[in-house]
C-alpha cells in the first residue's frame, strides 16, 4: 500500500497519485515519471514535471518531458544548468502550464 494510501485525497486525485515504493524505482531514474504517464494515458512528450530538486529535475528530463524547476533565486543557476524553465512563485504556474 502507498504511503499516500492514508491520507484523505483530494477526489481529483483519486487513482492518480504514483510513488516510487510502487516500482521500487528512484529518482534521478525516469520510471516514476514514465509509469505516471503510462498510466493516465498520456505520452511522455505531453506531459509537464513540476520539480524542486535536482534529481527531480533530472529525472523530468530523461523521461523526455517538460520540466518546470521551482526555486528560489539562488538555486535558479544550478536548475537552469539542465536547460529547465525556471519559476520562483507558484502564482506563476498557471500561465507556465497553459503555455505547454
Known amino acids: 500500500m502507498s504511503q499516500f494510501a492514508r491520507i484523505p485525497a483530494v477526489p481529483r486525485f483519486e487513482g492518480r497519485i ?12 525516469p520510471d516514476l515519471f514514465l509509469y505516471a504517464a503510462k498510466n493516465m494515458g498520456v505520452q511522455p512528450s ?17 523521461a523526455s518531458m517538460r ?8 538555486e535558479a543557476t544550478l536548475l537552469e544548468s539542465f536547460g ?11 500561465c507556465l502550464v497553459s503555455y505547454h
Open 18 to 29: 504514483f510513488s516510487s515504493y510502487e516500482i521500487g524505482s528512484w529518482k534521478p531514474a
Open 67 to 74: 520540466v518546470l524547476g521551482y526555486t528560489n533565486q539562488s
Open 46 to 62: 505531453f506531459c509537464t514535471v513540476v520539480e524542486d530538486s535536482v534529481l527531480g529535475v533530472r529525472a523530468g528530463v530523461a
Open 84 to 94: 529547465v524553465t525556471i519559476f520562483d512563485s507558484m502564482c506563476q504556474l498557471p
